[in-house]
């Protein structure tokens, strides 16, 4: 079973980075793809980026490539996201989640969830 902690999460000033990091303390991590999605007040939980089992598949939405990077260490049974240049409009919760098989960006095709790290960038 699946379960994911999300961690690293802040309050930040513009043009600054953060490292979120999503544990898995379930079994079998490096079968599932991961993914983080996040969640502005008033509005949908939107995707932003992905990763397949080994790392040899990852997309990104438009707006945080070159800014985000996601990557995973199996061995810790960990997903993390590099954050960097930080905007007001990346305020959010963020969320780590997976699935078995290849990544998605759909929120419907994750099973796995965590509980959400808040990130808050001030201008």
């Given amino acids: 079973q699946v379960q994911l902690v999300e961690s690293g999460g ?14 898995d303390s379930g079994r079998k991590f490096d079968h599932y793809a991961m993914a983080w999605f996040r ?53 959010a919760v963020y969320y780590c989640a997976g699935r078995l098989g290849a990544p998605k960006r759909e929120r419907e095709e994750y099973v796995y969830w965590g509980q959400g790290t808040q990130i808050t960038v001030s201008s």
């Fill in 10 to 23: 802040g309050l930040v000033q513009a043009g600054d980075s953060l490292r979120l990091s999503c544990e």
């Fill in 39 to 91: 969640q502005a007040p008033g509005k949908e939980r939107e995707f932003v980026a992905a990763i397949n089992w080994n790392g040899g598949m990852i997309f990104y939405e438009d707006s945080v490539k070159g800014r985000f990077s996601i990557s995973r260490d199996n061995a810790k049974n960990t997903v993390y996201l590099q954050t960097t240049r930080l905007s007001p409009e990346d305020t």
